[in-house]
């Protein structure tokens, strides 16, 4: 058992990850500034396992604040560093504002781990650093292209403060977890992923406009390169993503890391269209989804999806959920929702 600092953990990808933690018996501290988040999470992950990790509410691009948590939790045995603003148009607009909550809290933690001699750190990173790849599917050492967006370069940035960080500091041992597209919900659907306001992402977009609340999901582009013309994606379910951090959290618990800096595609490997994505969630839920092929959207790329052989290697670790799984289980969170707001 070890006592974990989850920073970002009421978010969506984190909650789905301290479930995990709790569940193996991990002790957990939340630090989340409920910037993109609700405080009413930590009930659903107490309602799954019985427990309820300790939360701070704090901003960690605030370098005083994260220091006060890294001197009042000495006792911690690894980070896993989720804690970040995500919305890609949004740092388009407001770049200052990405560069200085997702870079500041990444140094903040790095020095708090540093100060208090805590050896083990993971990184919530992006396929989005792969760009436009030139070869699919994408290993991890395919070229890092130049970001095309803010948050996608306050990724890269942070990779580079990373890796230049470990080569230093022999005493930091981290991974970077680069996350495909992650999706679904817990099984209970008691947390599940919250967008503000209109989504970007399809498949929110998607159970939003079957339960009602968007009118008609547009379909970015027919006309690419892939076999039904719509935008293929590695989609991935979202406990599959968490059961990956906790294999990243053996391999350094463990020691069994080859360097102190390492990097892992986190995916399925497989590739599915929107055209794909659609049909599953129609089987899944016997909703008909009114929807219309548009233009592409400005940025997007044809096609990516990863080769998962390293982790499966080195961490042991495989998604194991099929396109169906997330489709449902997005659809069951989204109809949980909707009975609680009536
Ligand atoms: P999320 O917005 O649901 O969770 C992030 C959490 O961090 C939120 O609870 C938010 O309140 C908190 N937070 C943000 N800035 C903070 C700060 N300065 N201090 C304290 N808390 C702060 O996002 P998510 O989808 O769970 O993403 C988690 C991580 O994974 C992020 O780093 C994100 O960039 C990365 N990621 C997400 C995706 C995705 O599609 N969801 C894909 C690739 C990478
Ligand atoms: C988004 C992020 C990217 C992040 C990635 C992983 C943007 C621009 N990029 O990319 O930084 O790393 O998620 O989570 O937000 N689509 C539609 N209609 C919609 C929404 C999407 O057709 O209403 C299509 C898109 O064209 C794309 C696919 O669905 O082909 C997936 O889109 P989305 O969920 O937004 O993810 P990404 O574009 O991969």
């Known amino acids: 058992m070890a006592k974990i600092l989850v920073t970002g953990g009421t978010g969506y990808i984190g909650s789905h990850t301290v479930v995990e933690l709790l569940k193996s018996n991990h002790e957990v501290v939340i630090a989340d500034n409920l910037i993109n988040s609700s405080i009413d ?38 980070v896993i560093h989720f ?14 504002k990405y560069y200085r909550n997702n870079i500041f809290s990444l140094i903040n933690v790095i020095e708090g781990i540093t100060k208090q001699g805590i050896s083990h750190l993971i990184f919530s990173s992006s ?10 599917p994408v290993t991890e050492s395919t070229p890092v292209k130049s970001a095309n967006s803010p948050y996608g370069n306050t990724k890269q940035i942070a990779e580079e403060i ?19 597209n992650p999706v679904g919900a817990h099984e209970s659907a008691l947390i ?25 999901l547009s379909v970015f582009g027919d006309d690419y390169d892939t076999p039904d013309g719509t935008g293929v994606r590695d989609y991935i379910h979202v406990v599959d993503l968490a059961h990956a951090h906790m294999a990243a959290l053996d391999r350094l618990i463990a020691q069994n890391n080859d360097t102190n800096y390492e990097v892992y595609n986190v995916g399925t ?60 289980s997005a659809w069951k969170w989204e109809q949980s929702l909707r009975s609680k707001k009536g």
């Open 41 to 78: 999470v930590l009930d659903g992950i107490e309602k799954i396992c019985g427990k309820r990790p300790d939360f701070v509410k704090i901003d960690l691009a605030d370098s005083k604040a994260a220091r006060d948590l890294f001197s009042t939790h000495k006792d911690l045995d690894a």
């Open 83 to 96: 804690a970040a603003l995500k919305a890609v148009g949004e740092s388009v607009n407001h770049p200052l």
């Open 127 to 136: 396929c989005t650093v792969y760009g436009l790849p030139d070869r699919l």
């Open 162 to 180: 990373l890796s230049e960080s470990c080569s230093v500091n022999k005493n930091i041992n981290c991974i970077s977890l680069r996350y495909f």
């Open 192 to 216: 599940g992923e919250l967008p503000l306001g209109v989504p970007n992402n399809l498949l929110p977009f998607i159970t939003q406009t079957a339960a009602g609340l968007r009118e008609q």
């Open 269 to 328: 490997g497989n590739g599915h269209s929107v055209m794909e994505v659609i049909q599953s969630f129609e089987k899944v839920s016997g909703v008909e989804l009114s929807y219309k092929k548009v233009a592409r959207r400005e940025g997007d790329i044809a096609a990516i999806y990863a080769d998962t052989s390293f982790a499966e290697q080195k961490l042991g670790w495989k998604a194991k959920l099929n396109l169906d799984a997330m489709t449902s």
